[in-house]
């Protein structure tokens, strides 16, 4: 083993200027800590002169990150140019090719591609990294693939998206519609380019796939996730949840059941006790739950230059000491396709309708629901005008086809003012 590691830097955003300062700054501890010397040889970015705050003298620079995957002076790739396709898959297909680690920040990437570069990767008998992929400075990925090895995992979940986050907690303190906190939240830089990916569930789905693969061992699965971002919610939801002792989050869950596996990413309510509940701003957090171990819970920074770069360098670190493992855990070509199974866990639901104010209106909605097999646990209605009158409903557990039935069947009741919103109550 070489006394040196040689990066080769693809992406200088915000995650690569980040590395670029550790590598720099803590030289010396670096080397401490693996017992080599870790360099830069190279880098590459879209715009070359742009003013990135960092000295790049030194490095060489490369306009195709492929040629820079595949130089003899670079032993680790680190791709942080985000995407699922395009340069950044080439570049780590290159470098794995050519015989080069990889360290990436991509979880489009891997929730896309995942199981095929893990097989290139392993066929190589190469390290591919991305603890910068899922969560930002929490190291989840390592928690799940070392410190709970012994675990059979019975159920991931948690806020996974810090923007979303940012938007439902800032609308809860400051009393703003969505549309105002998210242009108050794209105005501050806190959404993608492309803000779907943010508030779609989109980013917070590709990280809850890739912690699905390696917990349960299967092969990574995005399109099996139920998806739902948080435009719908409103700021009435977010009130009347408070009243009831709840907190709204977009939350990611997986388990596996008898049926399969379920992945689900949709805003859910959470007791306002419980550590999800009090997670404020663009914090991230995940609850790992093992056989073995129980609950697990970890909480941290989700993004910001610092931190994920930070996840980039452990990684980086785990190459330079020695340390391979199977890309998910397992070896992935063992890894099999979990049938994907859709959401039969029974769970109490909250409910939100506006009925028109007229004699018997309830007592219809009460009725539809108990057809259903839907039990009601607690009901309140509040203040309305002449036209409409807002009722809120938390249920009993119940399965969500039942739930899904008695909405259907609220249509031909004549008495509703418009669709309700159903939000499902998770225990944590």
């Known amino acids: ?10 992406g200088l955003g915000t995650v690569g200027v980040g590395v670029v300062r550790i590598v720099r700054q803590q030289a010396a501890l670096l080397e401490a800590r693996t017992g080599r010397k870790i360099s830069i040889s190279a880098v590459s970015a879209r715009t070359r002169n742009r003013e990135r705050g960092v000295s790049l003298n030194g490095y060489d620079w490369e306009d195709d990150p492929v040629a820079l995957a595949t130089r003899d002076d670079v032993d680790v790739f680190v791709e942080l140019m985000g995407g699922s396709d395009g340069p950044a898959k080439a570049a780590t297909e290159a470098a794995l090719k050519a015989g080069k680690h990889v360290v990436t920040a991509n979880k489009a990437m891997l929730a896309i591609h995942g199981q095929a570069l893990a097989e290139l990767a392993e066929a190589q008998e190469l390290s591919l990294r991305y603890e910068a992929a899922v969560a930002g400075g929490i190291p989840v990925v390592k928690t799940l693939l070392e410190g709970l090895a012994g675990n059979g995992i019975t159920r991931v979940m948690g806020v996974m998206n810090g923007s979303c986050n940012y938007i439902l907690t800032r609308m809860e303190s400051s009393g703003q519609t969505y549309q105002d906190i998210f242009a108050e939240a794209d105005g501050l830089g806190y959404l993608e380019a492309d803000p779907q990916l943010d508030v779609g569930g989109i980013d917070a789905a590709h990280k809850l796939a890739i912690l699905s693969t390696i917990a349960f061992g299967a092969q990574v699965d995005f399109d099996g996730i139920q998806l739902e971002g948080i435009e719908r919610v409103t700021i009435e939801d977010i009130r009347a949840a408070a009243d009831m002792g709840y907190k709204i989050k977009l939350l990611g869950v997986a388990q596996k059941t008898g049926r399969g596996l379920e992945q689900r990413m949709q805003p859910c309510l959470v007791p306002e ?11 991230n ?5 093992g056989d073995a171990v129980g609950q697990i819970v970890l909480r941290g920074a989700g993004a910001g230059e610092g931190p994920t770069a930070s996840a980039v360098m452990a990684d980086v670190c785990d190459i330079a000491r020695g340390t391979r493992l199977p890309v998910f ?3 992935a070509k063992g890894l099999v396709q979990a049938q994907s199974a ?9 409910l939100r309708m506006a009925l028109v104010d007229k004699p018997g209106a309830l007592a219809k909605i009460a009725t539809v629901l108990g057809e259903a097999g839907v039990s009601i646990n607690r009901m309140r209605q509040y203040e309305h005008d ?5 009722v809120l409903i938390v249920t009993h557990k119940t399965i969500p086809a039942d739930l899904h039935r008695a909405i259907a069947a609220m249509d031909g009741t004549g008495v509703m003012a418009g669709a309700p919103v159903a939000l499902r109550i998770e225990e944590v």
């Open 273 to 283: 006790t419980s550590p999800l509940g009090q997670l404020d701003g663009g914090t």
């Open 342 to 350: 859709q959401s039969k866990t029974p769970a109490p639901y909250y």
């Open 285 to 289: 957090m995940v609850v790992l739950e």
């Open 1 to 10: 083993m070489s006394d040196q590691i040689r990066l080769g830097i693809a």
């Open 386 to 390: 002449a036209t409409s009158a807002p």
């Open 329 to 331: 855990g397992q070896p």
